[in-house]
């Protein structure tokens, strides 16, 4: 199956997860395109300044593969910076967030799969 960018649907979220601005998600495929074995798989964007607040993760985990821009991640309370090529896994029961700290869009693949 070949999904064409023009059939993936996009959407904006402001104030994700009470994080600050909002977040254009690209969905490259829903619940379904995962076999019911995730919930999310998009390409996010985040201009400066923006964030996707702190949560965590129950019954889920998540990875952020960063494409473009500068971050912040905060990752169980310990804050680290993230680059292009850099990937972030925040495994079930841990809790995680991610600031644009840079002048440019921060744009990383996000993927959330069930355990």
């Known amino acids: 199956m070949i999904i064409r960018r023009d059939e993936m649907k996009v959407t904006k979220a402001d104030n994700l997860k009470d994080g600050i601005g909002s977040v254009k998600l ?7 395109g995962l076999c019911d074995k995730g919930r999310l798989f998009s390409v996010m964007e985040l201009e400066p300044g923006c964030s996707v607040g702190s949560h965590s993760h129950e019954n889920d985990f998540e990875i952020y593969y960063i494409l473009e821009g500068e971050g912040e991640v905060t990752d169980d309370g310990i804050v680290r910076k993230i680059s292009p090529g850099d990937a972030m896994i925040t495994h079930e029961g841990h809790e995680h967030s991610l600031k644009n700290i840079g002048d440019n869009v921060l744009k990383f693949i996000a993927l959330i799969l069930y355990v």
């Open 26 to 32: 690209t969905h490259i495929t829903d619940a379904a």
